[in-house]
């Protein structure tokens, strides 16, 4: 059960593709489906709808009222009978949860859309802040991941938003993509898609290391231009220099080195750390469908009241659907998972502190990250990311970790140099564009 995210098979309708999707009120099974479309409107949050064959319309109530939607006309509204679930509400807590909201308005159908939509009027769309909607990937029944919705987006996404394009002579450019939930880029992004297009400009030869600074901000919801420099171009390496722009402005900036590598002289590697395998550790939801991500012993959380533990945490991460050869892709696909647990293995010895305080009452950053690709990888096969932190303190924080496949052979390895102390001032912060 997983959407087909590759560029031939991904169904779309009006800008929305088909997923495997369930919605949920508290414990009961309202809707299941493998064919719930996504809506996406131009300036409009996006929908998922689900076919009315698929959807226990017995636990619906027509309310014999209609509301009118601007592009698609009017659409009765449907309530759900019962006790409220609160633990499933987002936007209220238990406490603010009224005992006359119930389930009113948690469902609608769209009558009379227009013809190129006329497919709506077959649909029922749930309020994903009423009910929990769920996004289902299990093809292999031991790896069932569930994405809430609405999602970053699915591998599809990323792949589009790793894969630069050429833009000029040494120049490429990467798409926009943001859910509006905080259009920050990470900076492992802005890493990847350099090694992806150090690929492009050097068909044939592998980034063997890379170095990136991130000193600026930079908007998932503008494009990013890459500035390659050629630093040297010999038989065997090549150097280049990368500057990230956006708006005229510098973001990051670094240094790849490609090799057309050679075979062994010698060949040793440090062995992977004992630990739980893929299908023996818990899943992780990261909003993004196609992404598998489990993390050993569930350490990665931002709960501060979570267990302390050693400075370690061990992630598997495959990604579905991913274009087999292009290895310049896979390679910045690995890179752009670099970045995202290294801050947590530093918070997890200490008591009291986690990164739900993140961009909110503590600024965290990743100022730098340096790769080493040791061989040519597979993300669409698993790889264990071991995160582990050597040092916090004076503001900052340093992490040595290592990329594993799944019989232990070491496929790259990375440090992380990151931010993280408290806010100055006493003003507001916008946790949406806070660093």
């Known amino acids: 059960?997983?959407?087909?995210?590759?560029?031939?098979?991904?169904?779309?309708?009006?800008?929305?593709?088909?997923?495997?999707?369930?919605?949920?009120?508290?414990?009961?099974?309202?809707?299941?489906?493998?064919?719930?479309?996504?809506?996406?409107?131009?300036?409009?949050?996006?929908?998922?709808?689900?076919?009315?064959?698929?959807v226990r319309m017995d636990l619906l109530r027509d309310e014999g009222r209609t509301t009118e939607h601007a592009e698609i006309g009017s659409a009765q509204l449907w309530s759900l009978d019962g006790e409220v679930p609160?633990?499933?509400?987002?936007?209220?807590?238990?406490?603010?949860?009224?005992?006359?909201?119930?389930?009113?308005?948690?469902?609608?159908?769209?009558?009379a859309p227009p013809a190129d939509l006329a497919w709506l009027s077959d649909t029922i769309t749930f309020d994903h802040d009423r009910l929990r909607v769920e996004l289902v990937n299990a093809d292999d029944p031991r790896a069932e991941q569930i994405t809430r919705f609405p999602a970053w987006g699915d591998v599809l996404d990323l792949v589009r938003v790793?894969?630069?394009q050429p833009s000029g002579e040494?120049?490429?450019?990467?798409?926009?993509?943001?859910?509006?939930?905080?259009?920050?880029?990470?900076?492992s992004?802005?890493?990847?898609?350099?090694?992806?297009?150090?690929?492009?400009?050097?068909?044939?030869?592998?980034?063997?290391?890379?170095?990136?600074?991130?000193?600026?901000?930079?908007?998932?919801?503008?494009?990013?231009?890459?500035?390659?420099?050629?630093?040297?171009?010999?038989?065997?390496?090549t150097t280049l220099g990368v500057t990230v722009v956006q708006e005229g402005?510098?973001?990051?900036?670094?240094?790849?080195?490609?090799?057309?590598?050679?075979?062994?002289?010698?060949?040793?590697?440090?062995?992977?750390?004992?630990?739980?395998?893929?299908?023996?550790s818990p899943t992780y939801d990261m909003g993004v469908v196609g992404r598998d991500l489990r993390v050993v012993d569930a350490a990665?959380?931002?709960?501060?009241?979570?267990?302390?533990?050693?400075?370690?945490?061990?992630?598997?991460?495959?990604?579905?659907?991913?274009?087999?050869?292009?290895?310049?892709?896979?390679?910045g696909l690995l890179a752009q998972f670099t970045g995202h647990m290294s801050i947590a293995a530093a918070l997890r010895p200490h008591d009291g502190i986690g990164q739900a305080a993140a961009h909110r009452?503590?600024?965290?950053?990743?100022?730098?990250?340096?790769?080493?690709?040791?061989?040519?990888v597979r993300m669409d096969e698993w790889v264990r990311y071991h995160h582990r932190s050597i040092f916090a303190g004076d503001g900052m924080s340093q992490s040595e970790c290592r990329v594993y496949d799944e019989a232990g052979e070491l496929l790259a390895s990375f440090a992380v140099a990151a931010m993280l102390r408290g806010f100055g001032g006493a003003g507001a912060v916008d946790a949406r564009t806070a660093i």
């Open 361 to 376: 009452t503590i600024s965290t950053g990743i100022n730098a990250i340096t790769l080493a690709l040791h061989r040519d």
């Open 1 to 54: 059960m997983t959407p087909d995210v590759t560029a031939a098979g991904a169904q779309r309708r009006h800008g929305g593709r088909t997923f495997r999707a369930r919605a949920r009120w508290g414990d009961r099974l309202i809707a299941e489906s493998a064919a719930a479309v996504q809506l996406e409107l131009p300036g409009q949050p996006a929908a998922l709808c689900f076919p009315i064959a698929d």
């Open 86 to 111: 609160t633990a499933g509400l987002v936007r209220w807590s238990a406490e603010e949860v009224p005992a006359v909201f119930g389930g009113v308005d948690a469902a609608r159908r769209y009558v």
């Open 162 to 164: 790793m894969d630069v």
């Open 249 to 280: 402005r510098p973001r990051a900036a670094g240094t790849l080195l490609l090799d057309v590598t050679a075979p062994d002289l010698i060949r040793h590697q440090d062995p992977a750390p004992p630990s739980a395998g893929p299908y023996d």
């Open 300 to 331: 990665y959380t931002d709960d501060p009241l979570a267990p302390v533990g050693p400075p370690v945490i061990d992630a598997w991460l495959r990604l579905r659907g991913v274009p087999a050869d292009d290895p310049p892709l896979h390679a």
């Open 189 to 237: 992004q802005l890493l990847g898609q350099a090694i992806v297009a150090a690929g492009r400009h050097a068909p044939g030869r592998r980034v063997v290391s890379a170095h990136m600074v991130f000193f600026r901000g930079a908007d998932a919801r503008l494009p990013l231009e890459f500035q390659l420099d050629v630093l040297s171009a010999g038989r065997t390496f």
């Open 170 to 187: 040494n120049a490429y450019v990467g798409v926009p993509h943001a859910d509006g939930a905080r259009p920050v880029v990470e900076g």
